[in-house]
């Protein structure tokens, strides 16, 4: 159904080329769906709703702290990404019916409840926000990008999800992440009281996206 990419650490930028390039060669059929499962160094992002005023430091300031600013093309507004935290993009063929954004946003979301709930972690949804939720504190962040196919009819998916595992979450407060300021974030590590190994996060993740996804096998 999809193929597991596990690319280490790497440049936000270098990513988002890799992203358009399977998402061409999916819509060619030259490959199949892809999940690739990697950190960034310290960076933020600005999706297209973003707002100037959710950040909170100058260009200038974010570079003397070694945080590099990305404006992209995903859905959403500013947020962070950095090492401990594990990023997903599923590039994915959505098909040419009974599968549409929300479904598709929804079983991410799921995908991400089911792998924590390994870890004793009960993960939720909190109306009227996207991303998975611990109570009051979001645990993950998601955005993505549908891209029209120009070979085949439907839409292929880019960008995804942002788990924190074990982030250092004081980088979130040099932004107003996702817009939100009434609530805050977490992590797997905070909430367990340990560091987690991410190479296990990276297993369950795609045990549960089998899962989760095999449910929509006819549209993937």
Same mark, same amino acid.
């Given at each position: 159904?999809?193929?597991?990419?596990?690319?280490?650490?790497?440049?936000?930028?270098?990513?988002?080329?890799?992203?358009?390039?399977?998402?061409?060669? #999916?819509?060619?059929?030259? #490959?199949?769906?892809?999940?690739?499962?990697?950190?960034?160094?310290?960076?933020?992002?600005?999706?297209?709703?973003?707002?100037?005023?959710?950040? /909170?430091?100058? &260009?200038?300031?974010?570079?003397?702290?070694? %945080?590099?600013?990305?404006? *992209?093309?995903?859905?959403?507004?500013?947020?962070?990404? &950095?090492?401990?935290?594990?990023? &997903?993009?599923?590039?994915?063929?959505?098909?040419? =019916?009974?599968?549409?954004?929300?479904?598709?946003?929804?079983?991410?979301?799921?995908? /991400?409840?089911?792998? $924590?709930?390994?870890?004793? *972690?009960?993960?939720?949804?909190?109306?009227?926000?996207?991303?998975?939720?611990?109570?009051?504190?979001?645990?993950?962040?998601?955005?993505? =990008?549908?891209?029209?196919?120009? =070979?085949?009819? &439907?839409? *292929?998916?880019?960008?995804?999800?942002?788990?924190?595992?074990?982030?250092?979450?004081?980088?979130?407060?040099?932004?107003?992440?996702?817009? #939100?300021?009434?609530?805050? %974030?977490?992590?797997?590590?905070?909430? /367990?009281?340990?560091?987690?190994?991410?190479? =296990?996060?990276?297993?369950?993740?795609? $045990?549960?996206?089998?899962? #989760?996804?095999?449910?929509?096998?006819?549209? $993937?």
């Amino acid at each position: 159904m999809f193929e597991v990419q596990r690319l280490g650490q790497v440049p936000y930028m270098e990513t988002w080329d890799k992203q358009k390039e399977l998402v061409k060669q #999916i819509d060619q059929e030259n #490959i199949t769906n892809q999940l690739l499962l990697l950190e960034h160094p310290h960076t933020i992002t600005l999706g297209r709703g973003s707002h100037q005023d959710n950040l /909170l430091f100058t &260009g200038e300031q974010y570079r003397q702290r070694g %945080v590099d600013v990305v404006e *992209i093309d995903r859905g959403g507004d500013v947020t962070y990404h &950095g090492p401990g935290q594990l990023v &997903g993009y599923p590039i994915f063929y959505l098909g040419e =019916k009974n599968y549409n954004a929300h479904s598709y946003l929804r079983d991410l979301e799921e995908a /991400l409840i089911h792998a $924590l709930r390994y870890w004793g *972690i009960e993960g939720g949804r909190k109306e009227p926000y996207t991303g998975v939720w611990v109570g009051d504190v979001k645990i993950a962040a998601i955005g993505v =990008k549908f891209n029209r196919g120009r =070979k085949r009819r &439907g839409y *292929i998916t880019s960008h995804g999800f942002a788990l924190n595992v074990n982030t250092d979450l004081r980088y979130f407060n040099m932004i107003i992440p996702c817009g #939100i300021q009434e609530y805050g %974030v977490t992590s797997m590590e905070q909430l /367990l009281g340990r560091k987690v190994e991410m190479s =296990k996060v990276m297993d369950e993740v795609g $045990l549960a996206f089998e899962k #989760i996804f095999a449910q929509n096998r006819n549209s $993937l």
